[in-house]
């Protein structure tokens, strides 16, 4: 016999399991990238690590000298420490929050709608953008799930009973919460971040009664203004620190006098590209053909408008449903707050930028599937539910498929950790025990992925460490407390020093590959190894006179 009371929750609980078992399958074996902001998050954590040094500021942002808050680094520091340093572990990690983020919003929506919240978790763990962000760890990459936490306390703050929508009666912990979240969030990717605060505030302010009393209002909002204000702590320190770097840096390029974020477009040109942008993120939002996403999204804002205007004859909501609409209206507000922001960002968006409004597309989404289904002519219903089926299927089709055709076979990334592990296991194997000079070329120019992967992998496998390990001989410090950090050197021989170069091809300047090898010209070829994935070992040591 049909259970409907179970159904939801068995559902969600199964597609947690296949989806996390497809997302895990599709890095095994190190599948993924380790590139420069891998590779410098990395450096920068074992910093932390290895010399017990907290740290104030975290990952650079586009603009550059603008840093990002340390919670990132934090964040991570459990994975990092569990796996010695194994990059693996925080991708795993990455992927193991984002399906908790879901069940925390799953557990949120429950206690509204079970439908509505068994649709909206199910489009979520098959998002596009959710198994795209799993295939490697980077800080932009984590902000779907932060996104998801927001989402989740937004809604358990402002909304705690089942249809009050009354500021007076959310805790003053639940906004302390929920400014928390929107603070730490703004750290993991501030160019997205940045509209939690904001949005949150100004809703409490304008969209929730009591509508006249604004005192009360702004009374209410202290803790929300607290939790965001205690994650700003650590940047304000380096700020008093360092005689406002940051500010100085961040007006200049706000007033106009810096380009670090690109050349401004006019508003013309912004409309365009925020739309091409919009549609790019809603054909990401669903494994469903691309013209049929974009439709549904249109057909349902439509909907929307109808039924908020009163338009809609089936618009009168019960008061059991009312719960429903109210998170489809905080969905579309948070939408249109973002809209709107980004169209008076004067720059073109990265695609980074905005991954974590993957999130509120899907709420979107969800609550008019949920629209649907309420409706009385069955046609709707069956509709709904056959749109829902066919997600679960393109989605689960699309994934094996890329397991398949992709994951599982080898890589001719560069990046890829895999490919990098194979030119560090070709140097430990031909220097034959001895020590060794390491020198990369990168396009990005510093080395920051081996010079991780040498500490981590090439110590852990073969016992030692390169005498020296940069992008060049003789560099100035660009990695700090070099001494502290790599510990087990092995002395080069005196007979025949050895000098072993890992070489990325460069597909935009092969001419600064040229200037680069220039440096090492009083090296003569021992042997070289050239692999299939655009990089190549050689192996050199000093010429014999």
Known sequence: MFDRKNFWPILIFSLIIITTLIKGAEVLNNNFPITTDQGRDLVDIRHMVVTHTPRLVGPTTSINGVLLGPFWYYFNLIPFIAGGGDPSYIVYWQIIWYQISIVVLWLVL??????????????LLLMPTGFNTARYFWNANSMPFFTAFYFAALIWALFPGVISTEVERSPSTKLFLLGLISGLAMQVEAAFGILLFPFAFLYLMFCLPPWRDWFLKLKKTIPLIIGFGVTLL????FELKHGFIMTKILISEVTGKGDMLGEKISFAERLIQRKEHLLDLIQHSSHLPPNTIVGLFILALIVYILCHSGLDPESRISNSNAKHHTIWSLSFFFILFSAIFYILFPQKLKIWYTLGFSIPLAIFLGCFFQYLLERKLVIFKMVAIGLLIMTVYYSIKSQVDYTR?????ASDDRSNLKNE??????VYKNADGRGFNLYSYLPSVYDYPYNHLFWWYGNGKYGYEPAETAYLPGQPEYIRSVDRLWTN??????????????IEEDFDMPSRTVAWLGNFAKLCLIKEEVFPWHAKVQMMTTCNK
């Not at 429950?110 to 489009?123: D, E, F, H, P, Y």
């Not at 055709?405 to 076979?409: C, G, L, R, S, T």
């Not at 592990?421 to 070709?426: G, H």
């Not at 050197?489 to 890992?502: E, H, S």
């Open 110 to 123: 429950k206690k509204r709608n079970s439908t509505l919240a068994g649709i909206i978790s199910l489009l």
């Open 234 to 237: 650590p940047q304000v320190l």
């Open 405 to 409: 055709e992709v994951a599982f076979k």
């Open 421 to 426: 592990l194979a030119a560090i296991d070709w």
């Open 489 to 502: 050197k092995r002395p080069l021989d005196a007979d025949t020093p050895l000098t072993f170069l890992i």
